[in-house]
């Protein structure tokens, strides 16, 4: 069965740190991979998306991830992070097409220290 | 990037009442859509998928009788929770799903039920 494992469930980083949050993800074929981002009680917001192509996704607010299929990961980096990057990040899997399910992780939440 | 908005964003209703949650895609068609439901600090969980001008598809242990959705247009999906009860109190999004396999989520729709 698919599956989405995020091991950090709370991160706490200072302000202009590196960050990188942790995603792996187990699924038969080559998976269709996201990164969402969600503020307190609001919807969630598209970071990047790998489907095909080069391993190295670049996103929005400064964000990449890297796509390693030898280590079935997807890990989510910024060089700096910034006091309003702090909120609960999401890693999904997508089964692609018209039956294009997400299956989330359990979200990191990240705190950011000043 | 593509919009999905809900309405209304919280809803506050008696038990034993129903209560509809609209989505809508703003700037794209979106032939299939999802609607998920997330309690507190927990990972999103997907309760169905709607195919325009069909039948929506259920996932394993949600009610169909009790969450009615109907997706009439390529823009719009509504959910209904019908006599509700406090324990459908929950957070529920939509998302809207492009041409690229890419879902755009809604801002969400705080649900209590009193």
């Known amino acids: ?114 | 990037g593509a919009v999905v908005s809900q309405h209304p964003s919280r809803v506050i209703c008696k038990s034993g009442t129903s209560v509809k949650i609209e989505c809508r895609s703003l700037d794209f068609q979106a032939t299939t859509m999802f609607w998920y439901r997330q309690f507190p600090k927990q990972s999103l969980m997907l309760m169905a998928t709607s195919n325009e001008g069909s039948k929506a598809t259920y996932e394993q242990g949600v009610e169909k009788d009790k969450f009615l959705i109907n997706h009439a247009s390529l823009t719009l999906s509504t959910l209904t929770v019908t006599s509700a009860h406090p324990e459908d109190s929950s957070f529920y999004i939509c998302t809207g799903q492009d041409d690229t396999d890419t879902q755009y989520f809604g801002p969400g729709t705080r649900l209590t039920v009193l």
């Open chain 1, 1 to 114: 069965a698919q599956s989405v494992t995020q091991p950090d469930i709370h991160i706490t980083v200072s302000e202009g740190a590196s960050l990188e949050l942790r995603c792996n993800y187990s699924y038969g074929a080559t998976p269709y991979l996201f990164w969402y981002v969600q503020s307190p009680g609001q919807g969630l917001q598209l970071l990047l998306k790998y489907f095909s192509g080069d391993t190295l996704v670049q996103g929005i607010k400064g964000f990449e991830a890297e796509f390693k299929r030898s280590q079935s990961s997807f890990n989510l980096r910024k060089p700096s992070v910034h006091w309003s990057d702090a909120a609960e990040y999401f890693c999904a899997v997508g089964l692609g097409g018209a039956t294009n399910k997400l299956i989330f992780g359990t979200g990191t939440l990240l705190a950011v220290q000043p």
